[in-house]
């Protein structure tokens, strides 16, 4: 078991540019999360899906970003028309279950925005 | 509102020294806390949880409910356990963690 992808591991974008952030959860993992760290802060957490489904949104600004968890391929963060303050390390974690189970995390990507 | 603080940013400590992270939050539930550590390179693991009551490479932690805190402690640090240490916190039964801002512990030979 591979555990959790992110692709890309770095991404550069300049503002105005489109972002997209893909996580693979581990094998047999229908839950994912998707966390941001801005530099010096703790992970902060943005959004939670389900396969095919948006479980808590309450986290990610209302403008700009967007996430889905098709029922095929990898959770997909998106973020558009990037400004200078998404300048960032995402995260996203899986788990089999949500509540009481462990999450394990990717590698994260790492976004710069010139 | 929920709030996980970790004071000390850097902890500087000598092999063999005993270690303590600080971890005090905020919840007006009953909380489930988890310390994760990440490694140099690697990436975030889970290193233990209150309810396991476990120790986990010589570490443990104990939720003090009267105090609000999950201090990470282990008697005597070793070199390999320099790392950035995150106290978190479960919220709700959706699953997802609130976590402190981190700290560095590193451990001189």
């Known amino acids: 078991n591979a555990g959790v992808m992110q692709n890309p591991r770095h991404l550069v974008r300049r503002r105005g540019q489109e972002a997209r952030l893909r996580c693979s959860p581990m094998k047999g993992h229908s839950h994912v999360y998707w966390y941001r760290q801005l530099p010096e802060e703790g992970l902060k957490f943005m959004v939670y899906l389900q396969k095919e489904n948006i479980i808590d949104e309450s986290g990610m600004p209302k403008e700009r970003f967007s996430a889905e968890f098709p029922k095929e391929g990898p959770s997909i963060l998106r973020i558009q028309q990037v400004v200078r303050g998404d300048s960032a390390a995402y995260f996203c974690?899986?788990?089999?279950?949500?509540?009481?189970?462990?999450?394990?995390f990717g590698p994260g990507t790492r976004l710069l925005v010139l | 509102a929920q709030r996980v603080t970790q004071p000390e940013k850097l902890l500087s400590v000598f092999k063999g020294a005993p270690v303590e992270l600080k971890c005090n939050y905020s919840y007006s539930g009953s909380p489930e806390l988890f310390w994760y550590v990440q490694y140099s390179r690697q990436r975030l693991q889970l290193l233990l949880r209150?309810?396991s009551r476990e120790s986990i490479k010589g570490f443990t932690a104990d939720l003090n409910k009267g105090e609000t805190s999950f201090h990470l402690k282990k008697p005597f640090a070793q070199e390999e356990d320099s790392a950035m240490y995150y106290c978190a916190l479960r919220e709700g039964s959706q699953g997802n963690l609130i976590f402190g801002k981190g700290t560095k512990l590193s451990v001189k030979p």
């Open positions: 974690a899986s788990s089999s279950t949500s509540g009481k189970e462990t999450q394990y």
């Open positions: 209150h309810i």
